[in-house]
């Protein structure tokens, strides 16, 4: 069976100071893979996509960085954080299908407080 | 950006109430997903549609999707509390991407 992990679930960190959000899939290969962030309550910014190793695809300007060195990693970085990077980031993959119809799978997130 | 917006953002009622959640855009999407999120987890699929005017039912929970594909409905029937929590839909589109709502918050009371 496949499985997401996800760390770290929660993360304080000072303004200007480095991140680095790991996410791991196994069970599977070349899955689609996606960062997002969810504002409090409410629904997903997507804010990186990957097709595979080294293609990212970035959906909105940012304060942050994706890599995906391996088929089933997926890194969420910034060199220095803003206040306003707070919030609840998910990682999440999809199979890759040229259906456009499979369930997205996603971790248990990292709720990110920049102080 | 294609975007999907969904009504009502929050949503407070007693429990054996009926209520229905809307999901619209002005694009056109190869699919729509539903998914239901708990406080500090992850949301987990509840249906996909495909098709223009397809409805599923899933217990007490039926979805819709538009004639043009561009908009959805969730109708819950007699809601129970356990039918609390954050709803999302999600459109899929070429390129793999994966679009989510701004979501419905859900309350119900016993």
């Known amino acids: 069976s496949q499985t997401i992990h996800q760390w770290p679930a929660t993360l304080v960190q000072p303004v200007g100071s480095p991140l680095s959000l790991e996410c791991t899939v196994e069970?599977?290969?070349?899955?689609?893979l996606y960062w997002y962030r969810q504002a409090a309550g409410r629904g997903l910014q997507l804010l990186f996509y990957?097709?595979?190793?080294?293609?990212i695809s970035s959906e909105v300007p940012q304060n942050l960085s994706a890599s995906r060195p391996q088929d089933r990693q997926f890194i969420l970085s910034s060199k220095k954080l803003l206040l306003s990077d707070s919030g609840f980031y998910l990682c999440?993959?999809?199979?890759?299908?040229?259906?456009?119809?499979?369930?997205?799978?996603f971790g248990q997130g990292t709720r990110l407080t920049v102080v | 950006t294609q975007l999907l917006e969904q009504s009502p953002q929050f949503l407070s009622i007693q429990e054996g109430e009926n209520l229905t959640v809307y999901c619209n855009s002005s694009s056109v999407f190869s699919s729509l997903q539903w998914y239901r999120q708990e406080p500090g987890e992850g949301p987990v699929l509840l249906v996909t549609v495909v098709t223009g005017g397809e409805v599923k039912k899933l217990k007490r929970l039926t979805f819709q999707f538009g004639d043009a594909r561009k908009d959805s409905s969730l109708h819950i029937t007699a809601a129970q509390p356990g039918d609390t929590g954050l709803y999302l839909c999600?459109?899929?589109?070429?390129?793999?991407?994966?679009?989510f709502g701004g979501g419905t918050r859900l309350m119900v009371k016993p």
């Open positions: 999440a993959w999809r199979r890759d299908s040229k259906l456009k119809k499979g369930e997205a799978f």
């Open positions: 990957s097709v595979g190793i080294g293609q």
């Open positions: 069970g599977t290969s070349n899955p689609n």
């Open positions: 999600a459109g899929g589109t070429a390129g793999n991407m994966l679009t």
